[in-house]
């Protein structure tokens, strides 16, 4: 997102021609991701306070999420590096 904001100074476009046009794609990746990584947030939480009678079914939850989340990073490495998350 703060690549969103850097380059929007490059243009003098105006803000609805910048949304619609010219950055469309970066907004729409940028808020797949959000809503990608709300999901992980909520299901962790979900499996970490859920009310699961059996231990073996939380296992196999907790697995599901760090699977899920795993996938994730896999897909979404370079979103990491641009937010700084990972260094060189």
Do not use: W
Request: proline share 1%; hydrophobic share 40%.
């Amino acid at each position: 997102m703060s690549s969103i904001m850097e380059r929007r100074k490059e243009f003098k476009a105006s803000k609805k021609d910048l949304v619609n046009s010219i950055f469309a794609v970066d907004i729409v990746h940028a808020s797949t991701n959000h809503i990608k990584f709300l999901t992980f947030q909520l299901f962790k939480k979900r499996v970490e306070q859920g009310p699961f009678k059996c231990e073996n079914v939380k296992k196999i939850m907790t697995n599901i999420c760090i699977l899920y989340g795993l996938t994730m990073l896999r897909d979404n490495t370079t979103s990491g590096f641009e937010a700084g998350y990972f260094t060189n």
